[in-house]
């Protein structure tokens, strides 16, 4: 994340409740250098939901500096042309912005295709030759390859690209052609086999040629938590055991697996949700201030506060987490008729540091459920109840809580305690709410454009270190044992809340989740 000299007058923005000003703008960002981005896996469903669009939007933006050229590899035997319309009806559904037929045109004129198996040396061969005719028309040598692909073939194509000399073991500093891997997640799907795929991509990259990418790290609301908490003097005084009670991290979706049975009989919600996106956000949110905004410094305030996470013992696994799996999983196709994977999750997590001991953290993430619904909730402590005797009882009297809207409808609202108008004093809760949509009026940008760009440039602040995936398996490795050892998951209903279970995971601490509805627009 790099700071931003603001303009000497910053326009003002009006909106009912808050008054955005743009203290800096992303358009100035160091544009990338002209690059060769190679997808394997160019004809999947991550290129054409995902990655194709990224690449549009940012080109539309006109964030790309030109020549860059988009090589899809992947089996099969596709002209250039037959790829373009390939994945022209899918970025014509997910691209943020409409497709006039000149950009479209001009997008198709970026790609080129190479067929092939992954363990054919004439696949990389012909990606070489390709390669140096993107450099002949300007990028210079610089190249992104994006590993879209099952994990299982990532050595492979590493082995590969190293044999053919299109990868080479260095150090990314100015003056070198960018030479970059984006590896997609799930890494690995274990501790042992997380450290394995490490040590033999470390074979052949250094680390500051490795971007290991979730796609939540490029998320607007997710990058404004640091800003939040850092670039306000309010925040971070009470951002501690002495003024939080205890915070919430939610990730809720209302679809189920879409089609994806073996791949999530493989993964289940804790390899696909808590162990990157929420305990990334979770690190977020309880890091320690950085040294300043370069991608080690803040890589290593997230190390360190995943560090202090305490441990799971197989007690606490049995106490404090608990799994449901969504009524109807079972007879999705590619999935077991006595599946134990669960699609949904919640556990209770603390941090043994000096900012954080004793505010539990309570994490829950799962499919099916009522609402599409992130978000994260800071609970302050009460209030001594000696005036409010009356209202405490009656329960009207809520404490604080402070809420990070991710999605949708992102944005940040503030529960308060206010005095209700008339002669008496009796209070009501009120919420204060900044909404991104209103509050600056501009698009949110999705993750991975962001992601993409900060790859071609080289930055890799929001991508994962070899040391904090390596942490994150570590600290779910327990929970990943023990349920795949004993079964137990409960069912819960579709469209509800989840399971019981994870409500009285809170009661038991006399605390209640949030209601998982998304606040109307
Ligand atoms: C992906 C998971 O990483 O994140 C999916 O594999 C999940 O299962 C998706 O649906 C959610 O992403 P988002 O951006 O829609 O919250």
């Given at each position: 994340m790099s700071r931003q000299r603001p303009p000497t007058q910053p326009p003002p923005m009006e909106h009912s409740s808050v008054v955005a000003e743009i203290l800096s703008d992303q358009t100035k960002r160091r544009r990338p250098e002209p690059t060769a981005i190679v997808i394997f896996g160019a004809t999947g469903d991550l290129t054409k939901r995902k990655l194709a669009p990224a690449l549009f939007n940012v080109m539309l933006d006109r964030?790309?500096?030109?020549p860059t050229q988009i090589i899809g590899v992947s089996r099969g035997d596709l002209g250039v042309q037959q790829f373009a319309a390939l994945l022209e009806p899918s970025v014509k559904e997910h691209s943020r912005q409409k497709v006039e037929i000149a950009a479209w045109d001009k997008f198709a004129g970026m790609l080129d295709f190479v067929g092939g198996e992954f363990a054919d040396d004439a696949t990389y061969e012909k990606l070489k030759a390709r390669l140096e005719v993107a450099k002949s028309k300007g990028t210079k040598g610089n190249r992104v390859f994006y590993l879209s692909t099952p994990p299982a073939v990532f050595p492979l194509i590493l082995e590969k690209l190293h044999k053919h000399g299109l990868i080479e073991r260095q150090q990314q500093r100015a003056g070198v052609p960018g030479c970059r891997v984006i590896v997609e997640k799930p890494f690995g799907r274990d501790l042992a086999s997380a450290r394995a795929l490490n040590e033999m991509i470390g074979q052949y990259l250094t680390e500051s040629q490795i971007y290991r990418i979730d796609h939540y790290l490029g998320k607007e609301t997710v990058q404004n938590i640091l800003v939040l908490r850092f670039g306000n003097s309010i925040f971070e005084p009470i951002w501690n055991r002495n003024h939080v009670d205890f915070v919430e991290i939610t990730a809720a979706e209302a679809i189920g697996i879409e089609g994806r049975g073996n791949f999530y009989e493989q993964t289940g919600v804790v390899r696909d949700i808590i162990q990157n996106h929420l305990l990334q956000v979770m690190s977020l949110v309880t890091m320690e201030v950085p040294a300043s905004f370069s991608a080690d410094d803040i890589r290593d305030e997230k190390s360190q506060v995943l560090r202090s996470v305490r441990n799971l013992t197989l007690s606490a696994v049995a106490n404090d987490c608990v799994r449901g799996q969504y009524r109807g999983y079972r007879e999705e196709p590619g999935v077991a008729a006595d599946s134990q994977t669960p699609t949904y999750a919640a556990m209770k997590l603390v941090i043994d540091s000096w900012r954080w001991q004793g505010v539990p953290f309570y994490l829950r993430a799962g499919k099916g459920l009522a609402e599409r619904l992130t978000e994260v909730s800071i609970h302050f402590k009460s209030v001594p109840l000696v005036l409010f005797k009356e209202e405490a009882a009656s329960s009207m009297l809520q404490p604080a809580v402070l809420t990070l809207r991710i999605q949708p409808h992102e944005g940040i609202s503030l529960r308060f305690v206010a005095k209700v108008p008339g002669e008496n004093i009796n209070v009501g809760n009120v919420h204060m709410t900044m909404s991104y949509a209103d509050a600056f009026k501009r698009p949110i940008s999705e993750a991975y454009e962001r992601l993409l760009l900060d790859c071609m440039r080289g930055d890799a602040t929001l991508f994962n270190r070899r040391d904090s995936v390596d942490r994150a398996w570590e600290l779910i490795q327990p929970v990943l044992q023990v349920w795949e050892a004993t079964p137990g998951v409960e069912i819960y209903e579709q469209g509800s809340a989840g399971p019981a279970s994870a409500d009285a995971l809170l009661r038991r601490d006399g605390r209640e989740w949030r209601l998982l509805t998304a606040p109307a627009k």
């Open positions: 964030a790309l500096t030109e």
